[in-house]
Antibody, heavy 119, light 107 residues
Framework: QVQLVQSGAEVKKPGASVKVSCKAS????????IHWVRQAPGQGLEWMGIINPSGGATNFAQKFRARVTMTSDTSTSTVYMELSSLRSDDTAVYYC????????????WGQGTLVTVSS | DIQMTQSPSSLSASVGDRVTITCRAS??????LAWFQQKPGKAPKSLIYAASSLQSGVPSKFSGSGSGTDFTLTISSLQPEDFATYYC?????????FGGGTKVEIK
């Protein structure tokens, strides 16, 4: 069965970076893009970007373009999202989600990773 | 960016009620519209894609319709497990954007 398992919660200081992982299993890793979506406490969902695990091509929301890096490791079927220059308003749960059908629709989601930014 | 506007932002309903949530896109998105259900403290769950196609395993009490700019999600007979927040999302063009959510509460 398809599973996306994310790394554990993180606490970071303002200005630091955080790297969240998303390990895929149950399907051919390189045939499905991976989205990253975040949700601040009590708020809605916000799309951050997408990565093609095969080759690493990315597309980011303008808001994050200067601060986000997405990479993939095909040897471990893992995708990474790194966000730098963290601010308090980056405190959120970060989700990875699998694209299907080749048109950016999503089917499976990871369990989420809480990132807390606090001095 | 394409703006997605959901209404209502919240609603109260009883078990067995038929519930309809609407989502409007700021420009035409064909049928590139998805719906998600989220319960407190949990990851979103994919319900519908391509405006009206049910994800595998999603019960048929959920249905979606619409094309262009106006879309609806209908729950035919609300059950206790359906009380949650529902989000629409357009995937017609980047950046992908979500509606603000509709919280369905127990009356």
């Amino acid at each position: 069965q398809v599973q996306l398992v994310q790394s554990g919660a993180e606490v970071k200081k303002p200005g630091a970076s955080v790297k969240v992982s998303c390990k895929a299993s149950g399907y051919t890793f390189t045939t499905h893009f991976i989205h990253w979506v975040r949700q601040a406490p009590g708020q809605g969902l916000e799309w951050m970007g997408i990565i093609n695990p095969s080759g690493g091509a990315t597309n980011f929301a303008q808001k994050f373009r200067a601060r986000v890096t997405m990479t993939s490791d095909t040897s471990t079927s893992t995708v990474y999202m790194e966000l730098s220059s963290l601010r308090s308003d980056d405190t959120a749960v970060y989700y990875c989600a699998r694209e299907f059908g080749g048109n950016s629709a999503v089917d499976y989601w990871g369990q989420g990773t809480l990132v807390t930014v606090s001095s | 960016d394409i703006q997605m506007t959901q209404s209502p932002s919240s609603l109260s309903a009883s078990v067995g009620d038929r519930v309809t949530i609407t989502c409007r896109a700021s420009q035409g998105i064909s049928n590139y519209l998805a719906w998600f259900q989220q319960k407190p403290g949990k990851a979103p769950k994919s319900l519908i894609y391509a405006a009206s196609s049910l994800q595998s395993g999603v019960p048929s009490k959920f249905s979606g319709s619409g094309s262009g700019t106006d879309f609806t999600l209908t729950i035919s007979s609300l059950q206790p497990e359906d009380f949650a927040t529902y989000y629409c999302q357009q995937y017609h063009s980047y950046p992908l954007t979500f509606g603000g959510g509709t919280k369905v509460e127990i009356k």
